[in-house]
């Protein structure tokens, strides 16, 4: 989730602080109410990567190859590494606790495929790793052609024509079934989605204050009108595969935050060392999160003093996640030390 960036901006890794606090919030069952208000972080974790690619790339010739490697091995190698040790993991757990080993192999299998559709039983919450490389495939692309155009209307009509494409192709989409559908569902369909909101974050960094309030005001009117439309539904329910309900809610409220972080005293709040760990580790902090989660699931009843209300779930969930990516960057760092000694 963390890009690395030569123009630091520290407005981007408190935003991505937020962004992966409300994702782990949101993984916690809380009220329904604080579910809804926080449904804006993935779309906020999609726009920064997109304004991150922008600070380290804008500058640069880009070796297409090597940085698609790169990307492969950063989200979607860590991702498996991590499935590894989740499924060892619980697999001594189950053995020292004498209980039933709750993940088969097609639950294994279908983990490691990334997948996120009903009917398929994988442990869930990896899919956005597969978003999230779909997304760094696609953003060079997206900065040659945005560093094309001059002028920030000119973009976002582009973007307004191929959103009425996309529609098109969901509604293809609801047409196929079996293999195809699932191949043209989870790699075109998630592609061009979340590529849409990449792209606004690949311009934010070339919007003016001012453009920052009409876009947000643009996607603020548009959220109420359609909430209105769809008689406040949840725009979780608008998410797979993201459409302008869900997709206006969470430009909206991560353009708002941009804002209100032009705030001195705002900003100081959020300006520290915690944030800034946070941020960094983002990547890992959100895949130990996951082994909690499931702690959770199977053992939640033998630990009500836990399990009994969101804030304790989110206290275990966090501080576990917490403790597990401080050793692992503290194993790094020795590992990194003996082999400069050597």
Not at 96 to 101: A, F
Not at 239 to 253: A, D, E, H, L, W
Not at 273 to 287: A, E, G, P, Q
Not at 288 to 306: A, N, R, V
């Amino acid at each position: 989730m963390n890009q690395e960036v030569k123009e630091r901006d520290y407005k981007i890794d408190i935003l991505r602080f937020i962004a992966i606090i409300c994702i782990i919030l949101s993984h916690t069952k809380p009220p329904e109410t604080i579910f809804l208000l926080r449904n804006f972080d993935v779309t906020l974790m999609v726009m920064i990567m997109g304004a991150s690619f922008y600070l380290s790339n804008n500058d640069k010739n880009i070796n297409y190859s090597n940085y698609i490697i790169k990307r492969f091995y950063r989200l979607i190698v860590s991702t498996w590494i991590f499935l590894f040790i989740f499924f060892i993991a619980f697999y001594i757990i189950s053995l020292l606790t004498n209980t039933e080993y709750r993940f088969g192999l097609k639950s294994i299998l279908e983990s490691y495929l990334l997948i996120e559709r009903t009917g398929y039983k994988g442990i869930g919450y990896v899919w956005i790793m597969r978003v999230f490389f779909l997304i760094a495939i696609l953003n060079p692309i997206i900065l040659y052609i945005s560093n094309k155009i001059k002028y920030n209307r000119n973009y976002f009509i582009g973007l307004i024509l191929i959103y009425i494409l996309y529609l098109g192709l969901i509604s293809i989409n609801s047409k196929l079934s079996g293999v195809i559908k699932l191949i043209f569902e989870n790699i075109i369909i998630s592609l061009i989605g979340w590529g849409l909101i990449g792209s606004i974050g690949i311009r934010l960094k070339k919007m003016s204050k001012k453009e920052l309030y009409i876009y947000g005001s643009i996607s603020l009117i548009i959220f109420i009108c359609l909430a209105y439309h769809y008689n406040f539904d949840s725009t979780q329910n608008y998410k797979y595969p993201p459409t302008i309900y869900y997709i206006s809610y969470g430009v909206f409220v991560s353009l708002f935050l941009l804002i209100i972080l032009d705030f001195e005293c705002i900003y100081n709040i959020f300006n520290n060392r915690f944030v800034k760990y946070i941020s960094t580790n983002s990547l890992w902090l959100y895949f130990w999160h996951i082994i909690p989660i499931y702690i959770l699931k199977i053992y939640g009843s033998s630990i009500p003093l836990i399990n009994s209300n969101f804030i304790t779930r989110f206290i275990f969930i966090f501080t576990f996640a917490m403790i597990i990516t401080i050793i692992q960057g503290y194993a790094k760092t020795k590992i990194r030390h003996k082999k400069i000694c050597k």
